[in-house]
């Protein structure tokens, strides 16, 4: 499982550094599905998907069935595989026993039937979140190949909601709470800027990180900067070592005098956010290793079929949002295979304490804890607006004084 979270966890930076603006991905959701067509494909559209998903060749279908066995046990967690092919189409029996024993479905050759089928199979597996599935159906597609996922968690310690600040002005759903502690605060220092890293646990094991970069910082240099932190290329100052005042973006420490021991206290504000986005694969395919999977003069798949096949659309479909009690996302991807053609004082103790205010584009990443595997990933621009009848007051926030 190690080798298959770093490879995963690798094709996410990658991904990462194309990111220029609002969107969510799931490389975990990709991934899968480029190490069982790297199993059925010619030489050299074999060697092209094995450096993208960086495992040799001969081990993707291995490392793919291990991934998905680890998915399925994850706690918060529900992930499927789904193989469709057209009754005319005989794939190798060998590639088929590969995949998991109830993914295989038929595609009946009636295109607006096909396409109610496989948008019911989006819908069912990810709970209603992805209603469609990112795939284009023409009457030349032999094959459909699909991954489903979805997360859910709730916080260890939920926010309040009420106004929230955002680049300079109100008017946008925030979330503030103050936690106990400091070991879920660091600031890592990159060759771009100091990145602000806050990991917000959830009760499941599956935690989001937040991330606030310099200005200036492109969001791929941001979320490279929590990646880092995950396979420990960057060793993040950790929250009790900071020292005070402005110590990273968005970060103030303080260090106050106290009459009586009191803990570290870590207080975030944050927003809320919901993000949706539909990638197309193939409007990158060097990133995926598509580049010849998508053309038929480079031998095709013929570990999946004798039939002359190409991929002739691969996409993903996903969602996230992060809200007081907890964070929910779903992805579908889908690849479709076509035929050819302070105060001072005398108080004997001191506290710490960390005021974090995101309130600018940040990242943010889904981690499950304990493998460290990436689920989700995406970077916020335009937050959730503040709802007044939501809380019961209006939107500009009282004046003091």
């Not at 038929?296 to 039939?307: Q, Y």
Request: charged share 20%.
């Amino acid at each position: 499982m190690v080798n298959s979270v770093h490879a995963v966890n690798r094709l996410t930076a990658r991904w990462a550094t194309e990111v220029e603006d609002a969107t969510v991905f799931s490389a975990v959701g990709v991934w899968p599905l480029l190490a069982f067509l790297t199993d059925g494909a010619a030489e050299l559209t074999r060697e092209e998907l094995a450096e993208a998903l960086g495992v040799p060749a001969d081990q993707a279908a291995s490392a793919a069935r291990e991934l998905l066995g680890a998915l399925e046990s994850m706690v918060g967690l529900d992930s499927a595989l789904g193989l469709w092919t057209r009754r005319t189409l005989e794939p190798r029996p060998e590639w088929v026993a590969g995949l998991p024993a109830e993914a295989h479905g038929v595609l009946g050759g009636d295109l607006g039937a096909d396409r109610k089928a496989l948008d019911a199979w989006a819908a069912e597996r990810t709970d209603g979140l992805v209603d469609a599935m990112p795939v284009e159906l023409t009457p030349l597609t032999e094959l459909v190949l699909a991954s489903a996922l979805v997360l859910r968690t709730t916080w260890e310690s939920p926010f309040e909601g009420g106004h929230g600040l955002w680049l300079g002005s109100f008017g946008r759903a925030g979330l503030s709470r103050t936690t106990e502690g400091l070991d879920d605060l660091g600031v890592a220092r990159t060759p771009a800027g100091k990145v602000t890293r806050v990991v917000v646990r959830g009760d499941n094991g599956i935690d989001v990180q937040l991330l606030l970069g310099e200005h200036g910082m492109t969001p791929g240099q941001v979320l490279g900067a929590g990646l880092g932190c995950l396979d420990d290329s960057l060793r993040p100052t950790a929250g009790e070592r900071l020292k005070k005042g402005d110590a990273g973006p968005g970060l103030y420490v303080s260090k106050l005098p106290t009459a009586q021991p009191v803990p570290p206290q870590l207080t975030l504000d944050t927003v809320e956010f919901t993000l949706t986005a539909g990638h197309d694969l193939l409007a990158r395919p060097e990133l995926f290793g598509l580049s010849c999977a998508a053309d038929p003069g480079w031998g095709g798949f013929p570990g999946i079929s004798a039939a002359p096949l190409a991929v002739g659309s691969a996409a993903q479909s996903v969602t996230a949002t992060f809200s007081a009690e907890g964070f929910r996302a779903a992805a579908v991807t889908a690849a479709g295979i076509a035929w050819l053609s302070a105060p001072g004082g005398d108080l004997p103790y001191e506290t710490t304490k960390a005021y974090v205010r995101i309130d600018r584009p940040f990242g943010f990443l889904a981690v499950h804890r304990e493998t460290r595997l990436v689920l989700v990933a995406g970077w916020v621009t335009d937050p959730k607006p503040f709802d007044e009848d939501e809380y019961g007051y209006p939107e500009d926030p009282p004046v003091s004084g």
